[in-house]
């Protein structure tokens, strides 16, 4: 089996996304204000008026960089919805708060499966991420 690297994580998540907004590597603001500024590996947004969603993604291809990742909890203010995706057995179910989702891939790195659901959290997504999104990566 190959090893599974980010990249391959990404393209599943861009396919499964493919009808919303999707950004990798989403800064959560202004590049020119770097102090407290965070970067998800995705940032989503269901195009819905009724029920907009945004879905935070925080991708760990190794169990060390999950241990050690003392950031992720801070990415819950940018999103309604977070998961963290991974291959197989990385991180545990039991390991994660219960507003926190978990997605793993396939051996194969041909699917995701989801292996935790969360709830949606009804937050007020900070402006900040959103002008990110349009000044920075809108095409």
């Known amino acids: 089996m190959n090893k599974i690297c980010e990249y391959d994580i990404l393209k599943l998540l ?3 996304h493919k009808r ?4 990798s590597h989403c800064k959560t603001g202004s590049t020119w204000h770097t102090k407290g500024l965070l970067i ?3 940032w989503v947004m269901k195009k819905s008026w009724l029920n907009p969603c945004v879905i ?3 991708i760990k291809t190794n169990r060390g960089d999950f241990l050690n990742d003392k950031k ?3 990415y819950l203010d940018y999103c309604n919805v977070f998961y ?3 291959p197989p057995q990385i991180i545990q179910e039991k390991e994660l708060p219960k507003e926190v989702g978990l997605y793993y891939t396939s051996k194969n790195i041909k699917t995701l499966y989801i292996q ?3 709830e949606y959290r009804n937050i007020i997504i900070p402006e900040e991420i959103l002008k990110y999104v349009l000044i920075c990566r809108a095409t």
């Open 116 to 118: 935790k659901s969360t």
């Open 14 to 16: 861009e396919k499964k």
């Open 84 to 86: 963290f995706v991974c």
């Open 20 to 23: 919303d907004v999707f950004v």
């Open 56 to 58: 935070g993604y925080e």
């Open 40 to 42: 998800l590996d995705a």
């Open 72 to 74: 992720w909890k801070n």
